[in-house]
């Protein structure tokens, strides 16, 4: 996909993404247009399923179904960097890291967000070309939300997966990271558990192990 | 080859390359010069320590507490980078404890660290949210009334179907984010409608545990002071509340910090799992074993402190009673009358009940104790003395005119044979002629502890109530005490029933005596014990004997560390009473290392005045509709529609029927209208419009409210509370999960309070079995509620229910205050961070809350009197309401309806509702005259309010105009700390003498070494900040002393705030004596199969197991943090899980993980089976909290998704519990009133398809 092309498509995936607040009519119609920029194919059809979709809900079910999918349930999070890390302290540095790519294009997230809010990268993309490989980087992430939303009744699924066929595809430590993802959820904390068990019972799934879902 | 130079190899090797020498240089190494020649620099290698550096590379490190709903109140340091948390560390700077102590630090658990991350966790509630259906009528509501959000809620409210259309979708998703402003529009729109139709008392509020985070807590019940809404309890409906401690100490939960145990020599933990709840105390514990202390641990199942004991006895499940009622006896005959040990008996004398004189009343042909001999009781002319001699010659003038004199109890002397009034009873407490001698200065007067002997003295020949026998009736056991005549009464000594009771047989006494110690049908010998707890008799006997020992030969340092385990009975104030036996016969209680530790829900506000005060607003309205949360839930809920049996089924064998035809809820309209309990709302009338009826009416505001209840045009509201006028119509909660974790009776409230699904299965009571007062409605309501918000970070139980949610800052965002009773220092909490997305502080929110209220306000209530019925409060002149602890009904005609007297207080205050916020924001003036009181003991603020003035600033223009500000939640803190006697060494000095005119003894000087210390809320941000020794409190600490409850009675003759002054075995009320608990006693669990027959459902051949259902605190679950934190769950299975025992799984086909369903009448639950021989058969462990919606499937039973531990529990609540207006049995927020015990109940437990879906 050309770089024009990807970056309509994080743009109209920005909004897609986005809470359906009192702008939002506004916003697909805007996405609509931005559509027509786009060549025939999967990511047009699958955004415009999705805005088409979305339109066609009272702004209360737009609303209702978006914090039912997105605001209620861990597995299915917009903030990228709880795939890779989970609540643990490995976050808080993801977080600056993310912080740090931001300001080094330009750009501050708004007060209140994080930095790895999806909406928020898709924008960064769409503006500049550092948010692409910040989201590429993200790529296990952005199959497992993917691979999340197939699940459940919407559209959402299409626009995360215009998004990943815009970016270079999955490298290997992706793909592992997607297995280890899928088999174990996000990751524990391990600190302060060392003498909990020896490192052969640890890692053997006899206690802890099992417990992963 | 030998380097002599590290990490620079690379560069080294090359050095000598071009000489072709193979070979690293030995004796140079390269470098960079600097520019001024001063120095060479080395560089690389060191890549390896970059990644730690850029760890500990940070903008700001922030000190902040784990303010969790837990004890542990742990300080711990945030890093912060880019405004993002990264990093968190222990803070490990607390003050020492001093040389010869293990120190507090470091301090934090894992289960509090686990919560760390949660901050940026998607699970968090990130903005506010309102269900969608109620939203978009609230909209459409609006619209149609030109824009007025009050009129909009009293029309969709008042419409049954769109009222049914948003309250049936509670528990089925649909929210919607809603902005700040739209929803605190909704929100106080709720509020001013329910205060203008209903009244104030209809909103509520539910907030637990102000110790953990006091202005958050301060926050939303200074909003509902000020509004006049009802602020429940919490302590008593965990259950976690100790009736025991109000009705032997006259106090609540005053315990010793956790550095005491090392003083301990012996230590008996029952009930109380220390390792796991107080896990950064528990080293306290370890360590004071290698100091020689000897631990029992007293269990039923081999849990995880049991590993620590030296001995273990595994009593059965809620029989602890029976064990220490049998060690009570071993310890009754070995150092009491086998052998005197002359501290037991001197401490005894002085600081117990047991010289006190008892009546005995005729009963059939033997004799029943009755009341205290009272100094009203004694012949004028005579018979009296007066224990301070100095005080002996106006003594009889005094008797013979004092008012006071029922409420003085009676000893007689050992030389003399005379009866004496000894100071420090009650009756020397408020009283002008009193002053000076409220306390424990027995002078030249040496109490008898018994008449055994006595010239005179007749062997009489007592019944007393056994409840070892029959199914819940009991039976009698005659005994004999020695007696004497004082005038024309026959009395004994309170120890001489004790000897009686626990069955020491003393020669020449009638009645049935145990053989030995190996009579097993005898109560209450080692031998009898063992049949009910299966504690061998002779481990019972020993652990007895070592712990009077010990405490003979330590001065009284034997300790038990008690909890959930034995206080979430339905009887668990008997079981503790048993306990607290033991330790005022060791002479345990009031010395350091020793005495009562009861370590469940309990917490300690050091800073309690200060507190206090701004919590409830009494710096500007007094008093505030405090309001006991059990009875609250019981009635709202309607779960009294459900009782199996009338209240008599708990009567004693030897009651005089006061229970009989009577219902539960009966009692508590009885207790409601003596004025003995709170009962909010209390009127069926709008509190508002009373107020003004009562003026209209020209009358005193006493004579016409009690004009209009005689007439039967004005009804208390505990006599119906399913008339829609009586309904709770909005509720908040924060800090808390009322239905996830503690609602007991979870079904029920999602039935009648809510209208939303359920599983109830029970039955309602039949005509006939119905209560005989409280009035029935033939349809029982559904959805009483209007507005369910909950404030919280985390959708539980509760949010999943509420109409609106609305997102709070964690401990990491905000400034707060936290302490505990496990240490005595006070922590802050500090924002490291601002709270993310849009979520606010319960500070913030309660402020904007106010300001919504306040303009809503305007032109629709205004300014308006208000009418309050406040019960016969503790530590109050109320207290001394009704002599004698005699049950008499005004509506009866028993006596008069004397409000303050017979009944509760009417109290008129004023509510100015348009300057509600603007009183919210401001120390108001009501402190700088009437002060600030805790406990009796009012702190005269002086100079704190102008230092107060120029820290805070003040307000500019308004009704506050002036007065110093508390609108931030920092200075909030500030004024708790300035107005406190912990924290503000004048204050304490400046009550100490206050207290000191009362009692005459000196008490000051225990806060004289830091007179002039201020704690201010900077210093909490320094470092944890000891507290200073206050009146507040009832042990003294020091650099050199830790916290023991109960040192300054005892080592400065200061009462306890009871009936006698004393620590009291006896209590005298005739409801006491109706349920046959005058003495402690072994109680045993309900018998609910009794009560409600078979609980089995389902096919008669179908294997399933009917067991003891215990739900002890979760380590994985409740307190740090809740059952949707992945961390604690990895330690365990992760989703709800009940242990059962081997043999029992067996039987009923169930294998270890297998999914089983638990039910009862009251509900149903899907778990995992936990097979495991370490929980006894017959019992099964569900630990709470449950939350209903995470990894619980749908029911077989029910259909429906899930249920949470406490779906299968259920309010039971038990009449003592309601008595007041008598001493130490008077009402007081989470200080007395029925408990919600949840350990009597059975479950049936069955294998399902295991076939799960979620």
């Known amino acids: 996909m050309r770089s024009s092309a990807a970056r309509t498509v994080f743009g109209c995936a920005s909004v897609l993404l986005s809470y359906p607040d009192e702008h939002h009519a506004r916003d697909l119609a805007a996405v609509c247009d931005a559509l027509g920029r786009l060549s025939d194919g999967r990511a047009r059809s699958e955004l415009a399923a999705a805005a088409e979709w979305l339109g066609g809900m009272s702004p209360m079910e737009a609303a209702a179904t978006y914090v039912d999918t997105f605001d209620l349930r861990r597995g299915v999070c917009l903030h990228l960097t709880y795939y890779r890390h989970g609540d643990t302290r490995e976050r808080g540095m993801a977080l600056t890291a993310l912080v740090d790519a931001f300001r080094g294009a330009g750009f501050d997230v708004v007060a209140g967000e994080l930095p790895d809010y999806l909406p928020a990268l898709l924008e960064l993309a769409a503006a500049h070309p550092v948010g692409a490989t910040v989201l590429a980087e993200h790529r296990m992430a952005l199959d497992a939300l993917h691979a999340a939303l197939v699940k459940t009744d919407g559209r959402y699924a299409g626009v995360v997966g215009a998004v990943c066929d815009a970016l270079p595809g999955p490298t290997r430590k992706d793909r592992q990271a997607l297995r280890r993802y899928r088999a174990e959820g996000p990751p524990s904390e391990k600190v302060g558990l060392e003498p909990f068990a020896p490192p052969e019972v640890l890692g053997q799934g006899v206690t802890i192990g099992a417990t992963r879902r | 080859m030998a380097r002599h130079v590290e990490n620079t190899t690379a560069v080294h090797d090359g050095l000598l390359a071009k000489t072709g020498l193979v070979r690293a240089a030995r004796y140079i190494q390269p470098g960079e010069q600097t520019p001024d020649g001063r120095e060479l620099h080395r560089r690389g290698g060191r890549r390896a320590e970059e990644f730690y550096r850029e760890r500990w590379r940070h903008d700001k490190i922030v000190r902040s507490t784990h303010g969790v709903n837990c004890t542990g109140s742990c300080s711990w340091q945030v890093y912060v980078k880019d405004g993002i948390i990264t990093w968190e560390t222990q803070a490990v700077d607390y003050p020492s404890v001093g040389p010869g102590s293990p120190e507090y630090e470091p301090r934090g658990c894992p289960r509090g660290a686990s919560f760390s991350w949660y901050t940026y966790s998607p699970a968090r509630v990130r903005y506010p949210y309102v269900r969608g259906v109620l939203l978009e009528l609230f909209r459409a509501a609006k619209t149609a009334n030109g824009g007025d959000p009050v009129a909009a809620w009293a029309e969709i409210t008042a419409d049954p179907e769109r009222a049914a259309a948003y309250k049936t979708a509670r528990g089925r998703g649909g929210f919607v984010r ?91 933990v029952w009930g109380t799992n220390l390792p796991i709840t107080r896990t950064p105390d528990a080293h306290f514990m370890t360590e004071a074993r290698y100091r020689g202390q000897k631990v029992v641990v007293v269990s039923p199942d081999y849990s995880d402190h049991t590993k620590f004991a030296d001995d273990w006895l595994a009593a059965n499940p809620g029989t602890d009673g029976a064990l220490a009622m049998a060690m009570g006896h071993v310890m009754l005959t070995e150092f009491y009358r086998d052998r005197q040990v002359p501290r037991f008996e001197s401490y005894a004398r002085t600081y117990t009940d047991l010289p006190f ?204 560390a008690m909890g959930a385990g034995t206080n979430h009975w339905f009887h668990s104030d008997q079981i503790y009473r048993t306990f607290l036996s033991l330790l005022m016969l060791g002479g345990c209680e009031g010395v350091n290392g020793g005495g009562w530790a009861h370590y469940v829900g309990q917490e300690k506000v050091r800073p309690l005045t200060g507190w206090f005060t701004l919590a409830f607003a009494y710096d500007w309205v007094r008093p505030t509709r405090h309001m006991p949360a059990t009875p609250y839930w019981y009635l709202v809920t309607d779960q009294w529609r459900y009782e199996g049996a009338g209240a008599d089924v708990l009567s004693s064998p030897l009651g005089e029927g006061r229970f009989s035809g009577k219902s539960v809820a009966d ?296 007065r110093p500000r508390i609108d931030r939640d920092d200075l909030f803190c500030e004024a708790i700390l300035a107005l406190s006697g912990t924290t503000n060494g004048r204050l304490a000095v400046a009550g100490f003498e206050a207290l000191e005119e009362r009692t005459g003894v000196p008490l000051a000087d225990l806060a004289h070494e830091r007179a002039g210390d201020r704690i201010t809320f900077a210093d909490t941000v320094t470092q944890p900040r000891a507290v200073i020794a206050s009146p507040e409190w009832s042990g003294a600490e020091s650099e050199r002393r830790r916290y023991s409850p109960f040192t300054v009675n005892v080592d400065r003759l200061k009462p306890w705030h009871t009936l006698t002054g004393r620590q009291q075995f006896f209590l005298d009320h005739d409801w006491m004596a109706e349920l046959g608990e005058c003495l402690p006693t072994y109680r045993p669990p309900l018998s609910i199969a009794e009560t409600f027959g078979d609980q089995r459902r389902g096919a008669p051949d179908r294997p399933q197991l009917v067991a003891r259902y215990l739900t002890p605190h979760s380590k994985w679950s409740i307190h740090s943090e809740y059952q949707d934190n992945l961390h604690m769950l990895n330690l365990f299975r992760g989703g709800p899980v009940i242990w059962v025992n081997d043999l029992d799984a067996t039987r009923i086909g169930v294998a270890d993980n297998d999914w089983i369903e638990a039910y009862n009448r009251n509900g149903v639950t899907v778990a995992r089976a936990a097979v495991t021989h370490r929980v006894p058969p017959g019992t099964v462990i569900m630990y709470h909290a449950i939350d209903r919606h995470l990894q619980m499937p749908v029911s077989e039973t029910s259909g429906l998704h899930g249920g949470t531990d406490n779906s299968l529990t259920r309010v039971v609540m038990k009449p003592s519990h309601m008595i007041g207006g008598y001493a130490q049995l008077s009402a007081g927020f989470n200080y007395y009133g029925p408990t919600g015990s949840q350990r009597d109940e059975l479950a049936v437990i069955r294998r399902r398809s295991q076939e799960v879906e979620f």
């Open chain 2, 667 to 962: 009692l508590n309209a009885y207790a409601v209208r003596q004025g003995w309990i709170a009962s909010h709302p209390a009127f069926d009338r709008n509190p508002l419009d009373l107020a003004d009826a009562a003026d209209a009416s020209g009358k005193g505001l006493d004579e016409f409210v009690v004009g209009e209840l005689q007439a039967g045009r004005l009804r208390f509201a505990a006599c119906d509370p399913d008339d829609p006028a009586n309904f709770p119509r909005v509720l908040t909660v924060w800090r808390s999960n009322l239905l996830g974790s503690s609602g007991k009776g979870h079904e029920y409230f999602l039935r009648h309070l809510l209208g939303a699904d359920n599983a109830v299965a029970a039955e309602e009571c039949p005509p006939g079995a119905r209560p005989a007062e409280v009035a029935w409605h033939d349809e029982a309501p559904v959805g009483k509620l209007d507005l369910l918000v909950d404030i919280d970070f985390r959708m539980v139980s509760t949010g999943i229910y509420a109409d609106v949610v609305l997102p709070t800052a964690t401990w990491y965002e905000k400034h707060d205050l936290s302490s505990t009773d496990m240490h005595p220092f006070v922590h802050s909490f500090n924002p490291a961070i601002a709270p993310p997305w849009e979520a606010r502080s319960d500070f913030d929110i309660f402020s904007d809350l106010a300001t919504e209220v306040s303009r809503l306000a305007e032109g629709r209530l205004g300014v308006r009197r208000d009418v309050m019925a406040v019960p016969l409060g503790h530590d109050t002149p109320d207290e001394c309401a009704q002599p004698g602890g005699r049950a008499l009904d005004w509506a009866a005609g028993e006596c008069e309806p004397v409000p303050g007297v017979t009944m509760p207080r009417l109290v008129v205050v004023e509510r100015d509702y348009p300057r509600l916020a603007e009183r919210w924001r401001a120390l108001g003036p009501l402190i700088d005259t009437a002060g600030a009181t805790t406990k009796g003991v009012t702190l005269p603020v002086g100079t704190e309010v102008p230092w107060l003035a120029s820290r805070n600033g003040t307000v500019r223009g308004g009704v506050a105009d002036g």
């Open chain 2, 357 to 560: 004189l008892v009546t005995l009343r005729q009963h059939g042909e033997g004799y029943v104790p009755d009341h205290f001999l009272t100094a009203s009781d004694l012949d004028h002319d005579g018979a009296a003395g007066s224990g301070a001699q100095a005080h002996h010659e106006q003594a009889h003038d005094e008797q013979a005119h004092d008012e006071q004199a029922q409420w003085k109890t009676v000893v007689l002397d050992e030389a003399s044979g005379e009866a004496v009034v000894p100071n420090g009873s009650i009756g020397f407490r408020w009283g002008e002629e009193g002053k000076g001698r409220w306390n424990l200065d027995l002078g030249e007067t040496r109490p008898a502890l018994s008449c055994y002997g006595r010239p005179g003295a007749e062997a009489v020949a007592v019944d007393l109530p056994r409840f070892d026998v029959g199914d819940q009736g009991g039976g009698v056991l005659r005994r004999g005490v020695p007696a004497v005549r004082v005038g024309d009464r026959l009395v004994t000594t309170v120890f001489d029933l004790v000897m009686g009771h626990y069955g020491v047989a003393r020669p020449g006494l009638p009645g049935d005596w145990p053989a030995g110690y190996d009579d097993a049908d005898a109560p209450y010998t080692p031998a009898w014990q063992e049949q009910i707890t299966s504690v061998p008799a002779s481990a019972a006997a020993r652990v007895a004997r070592e712990f009077a020992r010990n405490a003979e030969l330590s001065e009284g340092r034997s300790m038990i």
């Open chain 2, 178 to 268: 809603a902005t700040w402003a739209e929803v605190l529009e909704l929100v106080a729109a709720a509020h001013v409608h329910t205060v203008a139709a209903y009244g104030p008392d209809r909103t509520a509020g539910f907030t637990v545990i102000p110790a953990m985070s006091m202005t958050s807590y301060a926050a939303g019940t200074r909003f509902y002071s000020l509004l006049g809404g009802t602020i429940l309890s919490f302590y008593d409906w965990y259950a976690d509340l100790p009736p025991a401690s109000p009705q032997v100490f006259g106090d609540q939960t005053d315990v010793p910090e956790s550095a005491d145990w090392w003083n301990a020599s012996y230590l008996i």
